[in-house]
């Protein structure tokens, strides 16, 4: 069994570390900054094996040069994103297989926030590591693939098992709560959703990690493709992706 432990960064990123108690392995996907990471590695007495990337921002890889020096780890990051991740030591695409923590984990190349964006599926622990592809009732915004790359990309996460638990990159739970009650007022599974995303945030809780059963029946962008939200939200629009690209630039306004 893989423990999560999941580290605050930045101002409002998430960090994952993996460790297998059985093997002594340990990977951290997404380290935006070095120093936290370091923090937990010291107070848990483990060596950091493997660093893992989801995409090229530096706020998801600004502390891979650190970390790699000091730990000797190997880096692992989407070949896509090869000229924009330096020092690459493992390069993945779409479909491999990849040991995580000693765990096999799927690649899944998720173009849209970015053109080499992957997210990395464990299916003996059922963990998603989305990271800037989906959120908490949210989406990453599409800043360098189309709308309907990012809609494409969602209906692959979409396909998952609905027990799985999903670990995103950012805390934007909040805001993404606030907008689908603004598009989507009479659900009631997302009312109690946003009660309980409130009252974590009130205590300084993280909403994360989710599960994308439950994701499936409130998140506005992975209901693109549900004739009733869309009629239900005013939407009379002739395909799933021009849906999911009006949704997506209201958020964007919003």
């Not at 297998?20 to 060596?47: F, H, M, S, Y």
């Not at 692992?76 to 000229?83: G, N, Q, R, S, V």
Request: aromatic letters at 10%; one cysteine or more.
């Amino acid at each position: 069994m893989i423990h999560i432990e999941l580290i605050s960064a930045l101002s409002d990123n998430y960090i994952y570390l993996l460790h297998n108690d059985k093997q002594n392995i340990t990977a951290v996907i997404d380290p935006g900054e070095a120093d936290p990471v370091i923090k937990v590695l010291k107070a848990k007495n483990w060596n950091l094996d493997q660093i893992i990337n989801t995409h090229h921002h530096h706020d998801h890889t600004g502390g891979n040069s650190k970390l790699k020096k000091i730990y000797k780890s190997q880096l692992i990051a989407p070949l896509y994103e090869k000229d924009r991740i330096s020092d690459i030591d493992i390069f993945v695409s779409d479909g491999d297989t990849i040991s995580i923590a000693g765990a096999d984990s799927k690649v899944i190349h998720t173009p849209g926030h970015t053109l080499g964006h992957v997210c990395f599926y464990i299916p003996e622990e059922k963990y998603l590591f989305s990271g800037d592809t989906m959120f908490y009732l949210g989406c990453g915004r599409v800043f360098e693939g189309t709308m309907e790359e990012m809609w494409n990309s969602l209906l692959k996460l979409k396909l998952l098992p609905d027990d799985t638990t999903v670990y995103c990159g950012h805390e934007y739970t909040l805001s993404n709560a606030k907008f689908s009650i603004h598009i989507d007022p009479n659900n009631q599974l997302l009312k109690q959703a946003y009660n309980n995303i409130n009252n974590k945030r009130n205590e300084g809780l993280p909403t994360i990690p989710f599960l994308l059963g439950d994701e499936k029946k409130i998140n506005p962008f992975l209901r693109a493709n549900e004739n009733s939200f869309a009629s239900s939200i005013g939407l009379n629009l002739s395909s799933p992706s021009e849906i999911f690209k009006s949704i997506r630039t209201q958020k964007d306004n919003f």
